[in-house]
């Protein structure tokens, strides 16, 4: 069979890419690289997580967090060691975040959104059950460095908004 000079060159070109292509895909991805925690995906043995660093700061001189963005659960600043599990019949947070005891440990009162009862939208004396259990929404901080940076920054209303929260009175905003 006669090929022409032209018809040549492009084959060969072709053979080239398919050539160099094939070997790039089977040598450049490793099971390591794949992820963020850069250990092979199939076994956790040499897998180390990342320490944690919570504060341990006690309730009182710990240095509050910014609010994430408006009206975001606050993190918890001080340390939380002993105060867990909350159950039916012992809750230690209320015991300083009472809003009747609050201000004498100088701790954020539990907001209005707290004692609200939103089925039947009547304001209760006691903290509503839906919040009784305040771990569920609030929790410590670790220090660690982030694997992804996050760029997100949020945008408050209020001056005061990335320290204090006001859901009650804007819970139903935009809604007819
Ligand atoms: C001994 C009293 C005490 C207890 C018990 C306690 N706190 Fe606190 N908490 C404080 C004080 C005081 C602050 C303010 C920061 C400081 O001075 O350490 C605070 C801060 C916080 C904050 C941050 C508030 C803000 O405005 O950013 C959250 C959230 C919080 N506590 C949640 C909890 C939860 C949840 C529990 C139960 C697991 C708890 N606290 C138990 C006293 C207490
Ligand atoms: C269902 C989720 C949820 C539960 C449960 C919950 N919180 Fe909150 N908390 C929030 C959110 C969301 C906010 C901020 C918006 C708001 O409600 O005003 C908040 C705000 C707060 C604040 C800041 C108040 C202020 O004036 O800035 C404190 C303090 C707090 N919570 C403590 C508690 C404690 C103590 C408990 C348990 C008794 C608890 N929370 C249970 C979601 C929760």
Request: proline letters at 5%.
């Given at each position: 069979m006669m090929f022409s000079k032209k018809r040549l060159v492009v084959t060969?070109?072709?053979?080239?890419?398919?050539?160099?292509?094939?070997?790039?895909?089977?040598?450049?991805?490793?099971?390591?690289?794949?992820?963020?925690?850069?250990?092979?995906?199939?076994?956790?043995?040499?897998?180390?997580?990342?320490k944690t660093d919570y504060s341990t700061a006690v309730a009182g001189k710990s240095k509050v967090y910014k609010r994430a963005f408006e009206n975001a659960p606050p993190m918890i600043s001080h340390d939380i060691e002993g105060m867990l599990p909350i159950t039916a019949s012992s809750n230690t947070c209320l015991a300083c975040h009472d809003p009747e005891v609050a201000p004498s440990f100088e701790?954020?009162?539990?907001?209005?959104?707290?004692?609200?009862?939103?089925?039947?939208?009547?304001?209760?004396?006691?903290?509503?059950?839906?919040?009784y259990s305040c771990t569920q929404c609030h929790?410590?901080?670790?220090?660690?460095?982030?694997?992804?940076?996050?760029?997100?920054?949020?945008?408050?209303?209020?001056?005061?908004?990335?320290?204090?929260?006001?859901?009650?009175?804007?819970?139903n905003e935009g809604v007819q």
């Amino acid at each position: 069979m006669m090929f022409s000079k032209k018809r040549l060159v492009v084959t060969a070109v072709l053979t080239a890419f398919i050539a160099t292509g094939c070997a790039l895909s089977s040598g450049s991805v490793s099971e390591e690289s794949l992820g963020l925690r850069n250990t092979n995906l199939y076994t956790e043995d040499k897998t180390v997580g990342d320490k944690t660093d919570y504060s341990t700061a006690v309730a009182g001189k710990s240095k509050v967090y910014k609010r994430a963005f408006e009206n975001a659960p606050p993190m918890i600043s001080h340390d939380i060691e002993g105060m867990l599990p909350i159950t039916a019949s012992s809750n230690t947070c209320l015991a300083c975040h009472d809003p009747e005891v609050a201000p004498s440990f100088e701790a954020t009162a539990i907001p209005r959104s707290h004692l609200f009862d939103m089925r039947t939208e009547t304001m209760l004396d006691t903290v509503s059950n839906t919040r009784y259990s305040c771990t569920q929404c609030h929790a410590p901080q670790s220090d660690n460095k982030p694997l992804v940076k996050n760029i997100f920054e949020p945008e408050f209303r209020t001056s005061d908004g990335d320290k204090q929260s006001n859901l009650l009175d804007n819970l139903n905003e935009g809604v007819q």
